[in-house]
Antibody, heavy 124, light 106 residues
Framework: EVQLVQSGAEVKKPGESLKISCMGS????????IGWVRQMPGKGLEWMGI????????RYSPSIQGQVTISVDTSITTAYLQWNSLKASDTGIYYC?????????????????WGQGTLVTVSS | AIQMTQSPSSLSASVGDRVTITCRAS??????LGWYQQKPGRAPKLLIY???SLQSGVSSRFSGSGSGTDFTLTINSLQPEDFAAYYC?????????FGQGTKVEI
């Protein structure tokens, strides 16, 4: 059974650093991209970025680039989302999701499996 | 970057109704679009991929159509468990982008 299990809720102060995780199991981890999606309180979904565990190729949304770092550790089948200096506006739920390629060639993708979400609260 | 405009932002409906949600891309994306359902406190769930293909295990009440820039999600005979938020997501190229979402309320 494919599973993405995320780390638990975090409460942090502005300026602190944070690294949350997403562990994949039940499939060949290095063969599937893992994406991160943000949901601010009461708001919609926002695509943040995506990483390919096979070679650590990483792509970011222009609005997110430079604010977070996405990485992987293939030895423990885990993807990470990291902040060096949190802001109150980083408060939200963060989901990881597996990119599924349903069609050969360019595009033809979807997020087929999702983690349960990690709530990050940044408050002084 | 391609932007997705989804409408309406919310709608009220009754059990048994037919509901239509639309998404428009800022440029042509072929059929590289998916639809997701999110219930309160839960992770999103893939309903439709490739604009019109039903994900395994998803009720046939859900259907998708469209290509290029205009896409539609239709829910036939709305059921109580369908009251949720719905999002489109294009995967044409990076960065992918979600629509703003549609909340389907009773």
């Amino acid at each position: 059974e494919v599973q993405l299990v995320q780390s638990g809720a975090e409460v942090k102060k502005p300026g602190e650093s944070l690294k949350i995780s997403c562990m994949g199991s039940g499939y060949t981890f290095i063969n599937y991209w893992i994406g991160w999606v943000r949901q601010m309180p009461g708001k919609g979904l926002e695509w943040m970025g995506i990483v390919f565990p096979g070679d650590s190729d990483t792509r970011y949304s222009p609005s997110i680039q430079g604010q977070v770092t996405i990485s992987v550790d293939t030895s423990i089948t885990t993807a990470y989302l990291q902040w060096n200096s949190l802001k109150a506006s980083d408060t939200g739920i963060y989901y990881c999701a597996r990119r599924w390629k349903y069609r050969d060639g360019a595009a033809g993708d979807a997020f087929d499996y999702w983690g349960q979400g990690t709530l990050v609260t940044v408050s002084s | 970057a391609i932007q997705m405009t989804q409408s309406p932002s919310s709608l009220s409906a009754s059990v048994g109704d037919r509901v239509t949600i639309t998404c428009r891309a800022s440029q042509g994306i072929g059929n590289d679009l998916g639809w997701y359902q999110q219930k309160p406190g839960r992770a999103p769930k893939l309903l439709i991929y490739g604009a019109s293909s039903l994900q395994s295990g998803v009720s046939s009440r859900f259907s998708g159509s469209g290509s290029g820039t205009d896409f539609t999600l239709t829910i036939n005979s709305l059921q109580p468990e369908d009251f949720a938020a719905y999002y489109c997501l294009h995967d044409y190229n990076f960065p992918w982008a979600f629509g703003q979402g549609t909340k389907v309320e009773i």
